[in-house]
């Protein structure tokens, strides 16, 4: 037997159990041919209803005078405008959610904007008296060790950097005499 008379002997009709079942059987068969293109559906749309007649010409009610086939198209047409006046209460529901929403986000960020600016006041004017008394400021950990580098750099100048590079050498030096 050959490879493709096993393949149809071995197949027996799949029984879907579960969805579990269903979902693999889905992915077989894409798996199938790989280089066949996927159709993915769209989102569903934003659903939107005609709008009201401008002008209705079968005005009725639902009286006796009526006739059999009229309470229907009443019924119809009573249907069709609750649905419309929902359609508008949901829409206007929605844009003062969303109204309400990006209010709030704008007051969060005013009030964020308000703080960051009185903080960084209170920094400024830190600064400015701890300058005046001619002493350091006192700073974060992290942001002391970068203005002392850069406080000492500036004080040094280029003696500094002629140091560093005399040091340097000095260590090259000791390194090759520890290789030897």
């Known amino acids: 037997m050959s490879d493709q008379e096993s393949e149809t002997v071995d197949k027996k009709p799949v029984v879907i159990k579960n969805a579990t079942d269903l979902q693999r059987l889905k992915l077989d068969k894409l798996m199938k041919n790989p280089e066949k293109p996927v159709v993915i559906p769209d989102p569903p749309k934003q659903k939107s209803l005609a709008p009201a007649p401008d002008f209705v010409r079968n005005v009725m009610g639902s009286s006796a005078g009526a006739g059999s086939g009229e309470f229907h198209v009443y019924r119809h047409l009573r249907r069709k405008e609750y649905a419309r006046q929902k359609f508008i209460q949901e829409k206007s529901e929605k844009e003062k959610l969303d109204e309400e929403y990006h209010a709030r986000i704008e007051q969060n960020r005013q009030a964020a904007e308000e703080k960051t600016a009185k903080k960084r006041a209170k920094r400024l004017k830190k600064k400015k008296n701890a300058k005046l008394k001619g002493k350091k400021p006192k700073i974060d950990s992290e942001q002391n060790s970068i203005t002392q580098s850069e406080n000492s750099s500036e004080e040094d100048g280029d003696?500094?950097?002629?140091?560093?590079?005399?040091?340097?050498?000095?260590?090259?030096?000791?390194?090759?005499?520890k290789e030897r």
């Not at 003696?159 to 005499?177: F, H, Y």
Request: charged content about 55%; glycine content about 10%.
């Open 159 to 177: 003696e500094g950097k002629t140091k560093d590079s005399e040091t340097k050498q000095e260590n090259d030096g000791n390194d090759e005499q």
